[in-house]
């Protein structure tokens, strides 16, 4: 920012004095033309006046004329290589200039209704949890089996975590076509919504600048998951029995981020709305939105890989032990299941045994890699403004949830009955 302000300042001086001299040059000129004649004597012209003697034009007049030249000579010969210097800070200027401009357009469409009256308030804020997007509620007319009318309170997910486990394709591909058969519309123009690609484009902006780090995202879920295990039934009995239930079902009895790290929002038939676990209990992970991860259709999708007997755990031989070399290192037998939960799904990639992907499952342990030059419809291109038009890429580590705890969730879902 330093080396762009200072270029800036090097470039008004230069406007200046071009300027200045132009003004000065228009000035002489004003006078010498405004000059009183003497008389009744007519202006003779330039040509026929008498001029300088060879003496004066050779001497001073040559020396002045000279002397300027070599200064403007010196001052171009200066600004110009400092003016090349210092064009990447320039250009970094106008790259955090346009993210500005972006993720303030995105901000005015986030926020909530008649905050700006001049502006698009869509109150995303007000569904979302606020500006910061942490998690909320939205009032929703559900249609039941028997076409009567229930109003629910559906939990509305975090959107500070979203760029954690979807890529910025996948949350356009949400805001144009929405959420079925929930409270999240349709907001793109393809999908029967007001907003353009770029105002689209926008708000994933925003969202970019309100994203948790990696590592606050997962001591949210840690703090989160020890909340959920205090939770009691009214004979005092633990609400979940496992840590990998109250992490499949993350938010549901407590304010945890609108259910924004739960498997089962996706996973179970009224998690959304339900206001305590007993009332989806019995269907929990056997599908909604989400394929039905009951009836072993886990064990079917990913079957537990043959690992053998004898392994290198990793673990220090005790003293005085001749450690083998032949050992092949210990392998999770569940490891596809593991990386298809940490890396989620994209679409039409093959995934599982016979999965299609559809881009929908999140990786919850690995954020996506972003390409410098988006390709996909409603791109801006290329995405100078966010890294300096580079690839991002994202290794192990940089999702919403740390290993240990997508361990945990594995082991749940493939006790499911």
Request: charged content about 20%; overall charge negative.
């Given at each position: 920012?330093?080396?762009?302000?200072?270029?800036e300042?090097?470039?008004?001086?230069i406007?200046?004095?071009?300027?200045?001299?132009?003004?000065?040059?228009?000035?002489?000129?004003?006078?010498?033309?405004g000059?009183?004649?003497?008389?009744?004597?007519?202006?003779?012209?330039?040509?026929?006046?008498?001029?300088?003697?060879?003496?004066?034009?050779?001497g001073?007049?040559?020396?002045?004329?000279?002397?300027?030249?070599?200064?403007?000579?010196?001052?171009?010969?200066?600004?110009?290589?400092?003016?090349?210097?210092?064009?990447?800070?320039r250009?970094?200027?106008?790259?955090?200039?346009f993210?500005?401009?972006?993720?303030?357009?995105?901000?005015?469409?986030?926020?909530?209704?008649?905050?700006?009256?001049?502006g698009?308030n869509?109150?995303?804020?007000?569904?979302?949890?606020?500006?910061?997007?942490t998690?909320?509620?939205?009032?929703?007319?559900?249609t039941?089996?028997?076409?009567?009318?229930?109003?629910?309170?559906?939990?509305?997910?975090?959107?500070?975590?979203?760029l954690?486990?979807?890529?910025?394709?996948?949350?356009?591909?949400i805001?144009?076509y929405?959420?079925?058969?929930?409270?999240?519309?349709?907001?793109?123009?393809?999908?029967?919504?007001?907003?353009?690609?770029?105002?689209l484009q926008?708000?994933?902006?925003?969202?970019e600048?309100?994203?948790?780090?990696?590592?606050?995202?997962?001591?949210?879920?840690?703090?989160?998951l020890?909340?959920?295990?205090?939770?009691?039934?009214?004979?005092?009995?633990?609400?979940?029995?496992?840590?990998?239930?109250?992490?499949?079902?993350?938010?549901?009895?407590?304010?945890?981020?609108g259910?924004?790290f739960?498997?089962?929002?996706?996973h179970?038939q009224?998690?959304?709305?339900?206001?305590?676990f007993s009332q989806?209990?019995?269907?929990?992970?056997?599908?909604?939105?989400?394929?039905?991860?009951?009836?072993?259709?886990?064990?079917?999708?990913?079957?537990?890989?043959?690992?053998?007997?004898i392994?290198?755990?990793?673990?220090?031989?005790?003293?005085?032990?001749?450690?083998?070399?032949?050992?092949?290192?210990?392998?999770?037998?569940?490891?596809?299941?593991?990386?298809?939960?940490?890396?989620?799904?994209?679409?039409?990639?093959?995934?599982?045994?016979?999965?299609q992907?559809?881009?929908?499952?999140?990786?919850?342990?690995?954020?996506?890699?972003?390409?410098?030059?988006?390709?996909?419809?409603?791109?801006?291109?290329?995405?100078?403004?966010?890294?300096?038009?580079?690839d991002r890429t994202f290794?192990?580590?940089?999702?919403?949830?740390?290993?240990?705890?997508?361990?945990?969730?594995?082991?749940?879902e493939?006790?499911?009955?």
């Amino acid at each position: 920012m330093t080396l762009a302000l200072t270029n800036e300042t090097i470039g008004w001086v230069i406007f200046i004095v071009i300027a200045g001299g132009v003004v000065i040059y228009a000035l002489i000129n004003v006078l010498r033309a405004g000059k009183r004649e003497i008389g009744s004597e007519i202006e003779v012209a330039a040509n026929r006046k008498p001029y300088l003697a060879d003496d004066q034009l050779e001497g001073p007049k040559l020396d002045r004329t000279l002397t300027i030249a070599l200064l403007t000579l010196v001052f171009i010969a200066i600004a110009l290589p400092l003016y090349w210097i210092l064009e990447p800070g320039r250009q970094a200027n106008a790259s955090d200039d346009f993210n500005r401009k972006f993720v303030d357009r995105g901000a005015e469409m986030f926020a909530p209704t008649g905050t700006n009256p001049a502006g698009l308030n869509l109150n995303c804020a007000g569904c979302h949890g606020g500006m910061k997007a942490t998690g909320g509620t939205a009032p929703y007319n559900l249609t039941l089996p028997d076409g009567t009318i229930k109003v629910v309170n559906w939990r509305a997910p975090a959107l500070n975590t979203v760029l954690l486990r979807f890529s910025r394709e996948e949350v356009m591909y949400i805001l144009t076509y929405g959420r079925p058969f929930s409270p999240m519309p349709a907001w793109g123009l393809n999908g029967g919504g007001p907003l353009n690609d770029q105002q689209l484009q926008n708000l994933i902006d925003y969202l970019e600048s309100i994203q948790l780090t990696p590592e606050q995202s997962q001591q949210q879920a840690r703090d989160g998951l020890k909340s959920m295990m205090d939770l009691k039934n009214p004979d005092g009995t633990p609400v979940y029995k496992s840590e990998g239930e109250a992490l499949f079902n993350m938010g549901l009895g407590t304010d945890v981020a609108g259910g924004a790290f739960s498997c089962g929002r996706c996973h179970t038939q009224g998690w959304s709305y339900a206001t305590n676990f007993s009332q989806v209990q019995a269907i929990s992970g056997c599908g909604a939105m989400g394929p039905s991860l009951c009836g072993g259709s886990v064990d079917r999708q990913f079957p537990a890989s043959d690992a053998p007997a004898i392994c290198d755990n990793g673990s220090t031989p005790p003293a005085g032990a001749t450690p083998p070399t032949t050992l092949p290192p210990c392998e999770n037998p569940y490891q596809d299941q593991i990386d298809f939960v940490t890396q989620g799904s994209e679409q039409g990639k093959k995934y599982g045994e016979h999965g299609q992907g559809t881009g929908r499952m999140p990786g919850f342990g690995q954020r996506t890699n972003e390409p410098g030059n988006e390709t996909f419809q409603g791109s801006p291109g290329a995405l100078f403004w966010i890294n300096k038009g580079k690839d991002r890429t994202f290794g192990p580590g940089s999702g919403m949830l740390p290993d240990d705890l997508i361990d945990k969730i594995i082991l749940y879902e493939r006790s499911l009955p």
